[in-house]
């Protein structure tokens, strides 16, 4: 069974930071890794979506990476934001007709 | 559509109470999946519609929660008799999906702003 896992599960930095959001995950098999963040009381919106064969993706400020070997994703965010405060979530999928299995989350405050 | 809507955006019901929750996937994505966020928990998978094929119920708490999609594309979640337990943020996602090889393009979700359903 898929597990993920996400490290912290909360983090609070000053403006302007580089960060590292860390995902890992037990099944090494994946098909792809998304990254989404979360608002307070807001659905989901996807950031970044890695497949099994890439390494990185990049999007602005925003890069992710995927080890799968390691079973190890992780999002950086360069000069981080208040307005990047949010949950960051993390989530796996199998095969092509599969579920996602989601990571419990970083929650991540910028303070100004 | 552009996104995935999802309609109503809150409801609240009195416990007992029969609710229906709707899902508009975005146009052309065959598959469609419905997770539930209760409070302060995370993503919990519900079912997952794949074309024409069987649905995956298999995340389906207890026979009181249904769901169909007609013709491919409206989904809607049912939940029979609601309970206190029930309360929480439904989100539903699309996505392209295919069986078979040589694939191509983004196979990512996109996710609706969900229903936050309230049992009182």
């Known amino acids: 069974k898929q597990e993920v896992t996400q490290i912290p599960a909360a983090l609070s930095v000053p403006e302007g930071e580089n960060l590292v959001l860390n995902c890992s995950f037990t099944?090494?098999?994946?098909?792809?890794l998304q990254w989404f963040r979360q608002d307070p009381g807001k659905g989901l919106t996807s950031l970044l979506l890695?497949?099994?064969?890439?390494r990185e993706q990049t999007s602005g400020r925003l890069n992710a990476s995927l080890d799968k070997s390691s079973g190890r994703s992780t999002l950086y965010i360069a000069a981080s934001q208040p307005g990047d405060s949010a949950t960051y979530l993390c989530a796996v999928r199998m095969g092509t007709a599969s579920k996602l299995t989601f990571g419990t989350g970083t929650r991540l405050q910028v303070t100004l | 559509g552009a996104g995935v809507s999802q309609s109503p955006s809150n409801k609240v019901t009195e416990k007992g109470k029969d609710v229906e929750l709707r899902c508009d996937p975005i146009?052309?994505?065959?598959?469609l999946y419905w997770y539930r966020q209760s409070l302060g928990q995370g993503l919990e998978f519900l079912i997952y519609f794949q074309g024409n094929s069987a649905p995956d119920k298999s995340g389906l708490p207890s026979d009181r929660f249904s769901a169909e999609r007609t013709g491919g594309s409206v989904s809607t979640l049912t939940i029979q008799r609601t309970q206190q337990e029930d309360s929480a943020v439904y989100l539903c996602?699309?996505?392209?999906?295919?069986?078979?090889?040589?694939?191509?393009?983004?196979?990512?979700?996109?996710f609706g702003s969900g229903t936050r359903l309230t049992v009182v």
């Open positions: 099944d090494s098999a994946i098909y792809n």
């Open positions: 890695i497949q099994s064969s890439q």
């Open positions: 996602a699309s996505s392209l999906d295919h069986s078979g090889r040589g694939l191509k393009g983004d196979y990512g979700y996109t």
């Open positions: 146009s052309g994505h065959t598959a």
